[in-house]
């Protein structure tokens, strides 16, 4: 397989393995609903650095330690679990009903904040360097420089994540006075925590 050939098997792959829903898309539709189109772009933002944070750390041997080290991949493990489970358990127990938060005394989501979120949602997920560690090889062609190339091939990945992404907030924006209905944003509040209370026991139960 050469470089063009493992390209193309590699988007072809990833962009199934991308549109699958999961926490990221949960997140940036929540933003979306919160904040707007900004700062649903800059959680996708966040999400996309956190990805690439652990395509440059696989690229330098990290995943493979998280691999053979049961302690270094425990203690990322249950951080990344811990996080998401705060952050669900907050939206579900303080849902909001405004943007703002005027009414409900929930503050608005700033682009930062939402920025933050989504980068420590997958920089303390070890799944993802996992994930990258044992699929990323499968796509080096013969002769290439595999830290380089797997760094490629992440990059390629954040790339096809944004494009998702966006697609996902221009379909919001027509949306958004539905969005920003009290009764929807409580729902959607509740739905995400949901989500994320989810993967975070997920998360936690993966050896």
Same mark, same amino acid.
């Given at each position: 397989?050469?470089?063009?050939?493992?390209?193309?098997?590699?988007?072809?792959?990833?962009?199934?393995?991308?549109?699958t829903?999961?926490v990221?898309?949960?997140?940036?539709?929540?933003?979306?609903?919160?904040?707007g189109?900004?700062?649903?772009?800059?959680?996708?933002?966040?999400?996309?650095l956190?990805?690439?944070?652990?395509?440059l750390a696989?690229?330098?041997?990290?995943?493979?330690?998280?691999?053979?080290?049961?302690?270094?991949?425990?203690? +990322?493990?249950?951080?990344?679990?811990?996080?998401?489970?705060?952050?669900g358990?907050?939206?579900?127990?303080?849902?909001?009903?405004?943007?703002?938060?005027?009414?409900?005394?929930a503050?608005?989501?700033?682009p930062?904040?939402?920025?933050?979120?989504?980068?420590?949602?997958?920089?303390?997920?070890?799944?993802?360097?996992?994930?990258?560690?044992?699929?990323?090889?499968?796509f080096v062609?013969?002769?290439?420089n595999?830290?380089?190339?797997?760094? +490629?091939?992440?990059?390629v990945?954040?790339? +096809?994540?944004i494009?998702?992404?966006?697609?996902?907030i221009?379909?919001s924006?027509?949306m958004?006075?539905?969005?920003?209905?009290?009764?929807v944003?409580?729902?959607l509040d509740?739905?995400?925590?949901?989500?994320?209370?989810?993967f975070?026991?997920?998360?936690?139960l993966?050896s």
């Amino acid at each position: 397989m050469n470089t063009p050939q493992a390209l193309i098997a590699f988007i072809a792959a990833a962009s199934i393995l991308t549109v699958t829903p999961g926490v990221d898309t949960a997140m940036v539709l929540r933003s979306a609903a919160a904040g707007g189109p900004r700062p649903a772009a800059w959680a996708a933002a966040g999400i996309g650095l956190g990805c690439l944070v652990w395509g440059l750390a696989v690229s330098a041997g990290l995943g493979a330690l998280l691999a053979a080290s049961p302690l270094a991949f425990t203690m +990322l493990k249950w951080a990344g679990a811990a996080y998401l489970v705060f952050l669900g358990l907050k939206l579900i127990l303080r849902p909001r009903d405004t943007i703002g938060g005027e009414e409900s005394g929930a503050a608005h989501l700033a682009p930062g904040q939402a920025f933050r979120q989504g980068l420590l949602t997958n920089a303390l997920n070890p799944k993802i360097g996992i994930f990258y560690v044992t699929f990323l090889p499968q796509f080096v062609p013969a002769g290439a420089n595999v830290a380089a190339f797997s760094f +490629l091939l992440a990059a390629v990945h954040v790339l +096809l994540s944004i494009a998702w992404f966006a697609a996902l907030i221009a379909a919001s924006v027509p949306m958004g006075r539905i969005l920003r209905r009290p009764r929807v944003i409580k729902a959607l509040d509740r739905g995400t925590g949901g989500v994320f209370v989810a993967f975070g026991g997920k998360l936690a139960l993966t050896s």
